[in-house]
C-alpha cells in the first residue's frame, strides 16, 4: 500500500505548506519541489523494475531492442518533461510549464522518427506494386 504512504506525504506536505505560504512563500515552494523529488526518488525501484521486465519481454519476443529501448527513452522524457513543468508551474511560472511540455513533445518525435521510419517503410512492402 505505498500509494497511501504516498498520499499521506502529499497531504501533509499539502498542510504544511499551505501554513507557510503565508509566512514565508519561497520556503513553500521548496518544500513542495523537495517533496516532488522524494516521491519520484520513491518510485525509482518501481520503475526501474516495470524497465527489467519490459526488457526481459523484448528478448523473449525477439524485438528489436533499439525499439524497445527506443520506447522507454520516449517514456522517459514524457515524465520527466511532465515532472518538471508541473514544478514551474507550482511555482507559477505557467509560460515556462508550457515551452517545457512543448519541448518534450519535440524531443519525444524527434525519437521517434527511427520507429515511425521502419513501419512506413513495413507498410509499403506489404502494399501491392
Not at 508550457?98 to 513501419?119: F, Q
Amino acid at each position: 500500500m505505498e500509494i497511501i504512504q504516498i498520499v499521506g506525504l502529499g497531504l501533509i506536505v499539502t498542510i504544511l505548506s499551505l501554513i507557510i505560504k503565508e509566512q514565508k512563500p519561497m520556503f513553500a515552494f521548496l518544500l513542495a519541489a523537495f517533496t516532488g523529488v522524494v516521491i519520484f526518488l520513491f518510485l525509482i525501484g518501481k520503475i526501474s523494475s516495470v524497465i527489467r521486465v519490459l526488457e526481459d519481454l523484448g528478448e523473449k519476443s525477439n524485438i528489436n531492442m533499439v525499439f524497445l529501448k527506443t520506447i522507454l527513452k520516449i517514456i522517459g522524457v514524457a515524465y520527466i518533461a511532465e515532472f518538471g513543468a508541473q514544478i514551474v508551474r507550482d511555482a507559477g511560472q505557467e509560460s515556462i510549464a508550457s515551452k517545457i511540455e512543448l519541448s518534450g513533445k519535440v524531443l519525444i518525435m524527434v525519437m521517434a522518427i527511427p520507429i515511425i521510419t521502419v513501419i512506413i517503410e513495413t507498410v509499403i512492402k506489404l502494399l501491392p506494386a
